[in-house]
């Protein structure tokens, strides 16, 4: 096979002529021209300006001709290359300049319009309800008194007539500290604190004691293992029964209207002798629901009454056990839940939407004080 002259000039390829160059210059120019965003220019930059354009292709053909023609064909797709490289630099500078200019209009603020920086919240209405029953209560002369949350089982139980044998002293209702045997436990009731105020000054008494309380059911619809109370508690000379009642009474009407009353049924409590059921006269029927042709009430299921809480007389034990002469003084006692009674008043079906802290609960509650 004959070796190839050295003076043999290959045809040069239709992409390097100057018609080509050209045209795929003003081809170029005219999309950059047309782009009207920067996605647009983006994808001009790609067809005409990439690795698969028309000039990068044109410029990898170089590498062909001979020695005396690369000179000329690299200096006009350079030339070429670096035009359409300048327009497209220079059309991305006007169509970024437009965006922010865009962005600007549309992000304007009118500081002359009236604004609320933070959304209005809302206080815990289990908050709110513990204050407005505690102030019903000073409005009558009594003290809120506040106790510690860990409390000696002598406190919680023994002051109060709560034997060692009785079942509310076991682990399936109490929270122990650290072990059964360690004598301290989480308080199930607020009456330890009733036990401290007796224990510390002298009679007359008139207190009430609101605040959380420990005891071990599973969270559900109607019981949880932190719930709140509020206890009251009188010690005074010639204190009754009577006293009790008219004493419920009104708080009943100061929380939730004027003419609703409370009715007391028998019952037994360790701490209170006599002692009875605290009913709630049904807020939403009145006892309506109960006559002929009254409307049924889902709210007391058509009881006319609701089961509020326990009250009673101090059991003389307890007077004796804080040193307090059963013989010269007498007091009542009551207690109701706070979860108990925020459902009363607010429809509340369910108790675990009070502890889950979803501000959608508490925010229709607004910022009561």
């Known amino acids: 096979m004959p070796a190839s002259s050295g003076s043999f000039d290959p045809v040069a390829p239709e992409s390097l002529s100057e018609e080509s160059v050209a045209a795929a210059v003003a081809a170029a120019l005219a ?3 047309a782009a009207a965003d920067l996605p647009a220019l ?18 990898r053909e170089i590498g062909s001709l ?6 000329d064909a690299g200096k006009r797709i350079g030339k070429a290359r670096g035009q359409v490289r300048a327009a497209m630099e220079q059309r991305q500078l006007v169509l970024e300049q437009e965006r922010d200019e865009q962005v600007l209009r549309q992000e304007a603020v009118d500081v002359t319009m009236e604004y609320h920086p933070f959304g209005r919240g809302g206080r815990h209405p289990l908050t709110t309800i ?41 682990m399936q209702d109490t929270f122990f500290v650290e072990s059964a045997d360690s004598g301290l436990v989480l308080r ?21 004691a609101p605040g959380r309380v420990f005891r071990t059911d599973e969270l ?19 204190i009754t029964m009577a006293d009790l009642k008219g004493t419920l009474d009104h708080f009943a009407e100061a929380l939730f209207g004027a003419g609703l009353v409370t009715r007391l049924r028998p019952s037994y409590f360790p701490f209170t002798e006599p002692s009875a059921e605290l009913d709630l006269q049904c807020f939403v029927c009145r006892g309506a629901s109960t ?19 326990g009250c009673g007389m101090v059991n003389p034990r307890v007077l004796t056990a804080c040193g307090i002469d059963p013989q010269e003084y007498s007091g009542f006692a009551f207690g109701m839940g706070l979860e108990r009674t925020l459902m009363f ?25």
Not at 42 to 59: C, E, F, I, T, Y
Not at 148 to 169: I, Q, T
Not at 346 to 369: A, C, K, N, Q, S
Request: negative net charge.
């Open 31 to 33: 999309a950059i021209t």
């Open 42 to 59: 983006k994808q001009v930059r790609l067809d005409h300006a990439g690795d698969r354009s028309p000039l990068a292709l044109a410029n």
């Open 66 to 71: 001979p020695p005396s023609a690369k000179a």
């Open 130 to 170: 513990q204050e407005r029953m505690a102030d019903i209560f000073v409005a009558m002369g009594y003290d809120v008194v506040d106790g510690p949350e860990v409390e000696s089982e002598w406190h919680n139980f023994d002051a109060l007539n709560l034997g060692p044998d009785h079942p509310a002293r076991s």
């Open 188 to 208: 199930t009731h607020t009456s330890p604190v009733q036990i401290r105020t007796m224990l510390d000054r002298p009679p007359p008494i008139y207190m009430v």
């Open 220 to 238: 559900d619809a109607t019981h949880t293992p932190v719930f709140s109370q509020i206890e009251g508690l009188a010690v005074d000379r010639n």
């Open 291 to 309: 006559q002929d042709g009254g409307a049924p009430c889902r709210t007391c299921s058509s009881e006319g009454w609701i089961e509020w809480g």
């Open 345 to 369: 008043r607010h429809g509340i079906t369910d108790m675990r939407d009070m502890v889950e802290g979803d501000v959608r609960f508490t925010r229709p509650f607004g910022l009561e004080v």
